[in-house]
């Protein structure tokens, strides 16, 4: 974009905010030289935890890391199916492939965005072992059903929390809900390491002990390798940085779930949808994401006025090339492909000022009244 006059987001402004903490965080590692795992590692590790409500938390070097090992914690192999949705990002599913297992896709629920409850019991098989709901945009599925459904089944329950970190579902912290938890802290996640990082969560002390020792080439001592694992450990720079940031992360929520009152505000009489935050949840806005019966039309008019947008996803994983052998075609999933036609995000992040966001709104306005009006879901 040639004029950019409000940035999708700005990991710069997050940075600056934070500079003596990140910079000594940073000077901690490279005295110590604990590259890998180490201290720091472990310290964050016990504060995720603790955030999360757990009992455990496994550091990684990145969420697409973290559903691969809680998949193979959970005993989930070739011959087996696993419960996700196709409106998300594509590691949920892979990670399923990664396990040699089948991803069986659901519809969404059309106003959260996130797994039916209603389409899972009769997507279960004898194969199924696992339900994996996805926790999109901040937002957590709607748990309750899902749990009840699992545990009539006999089956595990592994939250994909990429991108929910402090979310919660009546009350409780999402990572704690499922059996285990996967999250992501790629750094524009709302907890975002300076690089690559992940972790999983949970308050089972055998799929704890699995994780870790899968992320270290399946080792339970030096060189004694129990189980087939890989190098998915946590970086020493990462663990200390998430630490610090972990300590701002509840202010960065307010900031996020602020902008998008205004947001709401100034955008409650256009032609645009909102989004929900569902009765059960607190919605912690990874993104903000509007839908527009002419998206592309929207995004192409905030572009002419230098408004970044993304979005998240514009083909969801059944219609993606590289997954087209499982075999759903065209017409498979309408709310997931609806909502892929029509979802916009626009900018968030907790130091957008209210000047940008009003600018932002404005110019969504501007180009709404031009799109035909009436979405439908
Ligand atoms: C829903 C979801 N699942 C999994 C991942 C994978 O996380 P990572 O990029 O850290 O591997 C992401 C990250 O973008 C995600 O948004």
Redesign the pocket.
């Given at each position: 974009m040639a004029n950019v006059k409000v940035p999708y987001l700005d990991l710069k402004a997050q940075y600056q905010s934070i500079k003596p903490e990140i910079d000594a965080a940073i000077a901690r590692v490279l005295d110590s030289c604990q590259f890998v795992l180490g201290s720091e590692v472990a310290a964050f590790e016990q504060d995720f935890a603790k955030y999360c409500g757990t009992s455990d938390c496994i550091a990684l070097n990145?969420?697409?890391?973290a559903?691969h090992l809680a998949l193979l914690a959970g005993k989930v192999g070739p011959g087996d199916e696993v419960i996700t949705v196709p409106f998300?990002?594509v590691?949920?599913v892979a990670a399923v492939l990664y396990a040699g297992a089948r991803p069986v896709l659901v519809d969404i629920e059309p106003r959260s965005l996130t797994m039916d409850p209603a389409a899972v019991e009769a997507a279960i098989t004898p194969r199924t072992k696992a339900i994996l709901p996805?926790h999109?945009y901040g937002q957590s599925a709607d748990m309750d059903p899902i749990m009840d459904l699992a545990r009539r089944h006999g089956l595990v329950v592994i939250e994909?929390a990429?991108?929910a970190h402090g979310a919660k579902y009546k009350g409780r912290p999402v990572g704690s809900i499922g059996d285990m938890a996967?999250f992501?802290?790629?750094p524009g996640k709302n907890l975002g390491a300076c690089g690559?990082?992940?972790a999983v969560t949970t308050n089972n002390p055998e799929y704890a002990r699995a994780v870790r020792m899968l992320r270290d080439w399946g080792q339970d001592r030096k060189y004694h390798h129990v189980l087939r694992g890989y190098n998915y450990r946590m970086e020493g720079f990462q663990g200390a940085i998430l630490g610090v940031k972990l300590r701002h992360l509840d202010q960065w929520t307010e900031a996020r779930r602020a902008v998008v009152q205004q947001y709401n505000e100034l955008l409650a009489n256009s032609d645009i949808e909102t989004p929900v935050e569902m009765p059960w949840a607190r919605h912690v806005y990874h993104v903000y994401t509007v839908r527009s019966a002419d998206r592309d039309g929207l995004q192409a008019a905030l572009t002419t006025e230098g408004v970044q947008t993304g979005i998240h996803y514009p083909v969801p994983v059944h219609m993606q090339p590289a997954y087209a052998d499982l075999g759903y075609g065209p017409g498979a999933f309408p709310r997931a492909e609806a909502a892929a036609k029509q979802v916009l995000s626009l900018p968030l992040y907790p130091e957008i000022t209210r000047e940008a966001v009003a600018q932002v709104a404005s110019a969504v306005q501007k180009a709404s009244v031009k799109t035909p009006a009436g979405v439908s879901s």
């Open positions: 990145s969420g697409t890391s559903l998300t990002f590691a949920s996805v999109l994909d990429a991108q996967c992501s802290f790629y690559e990082g992940g």
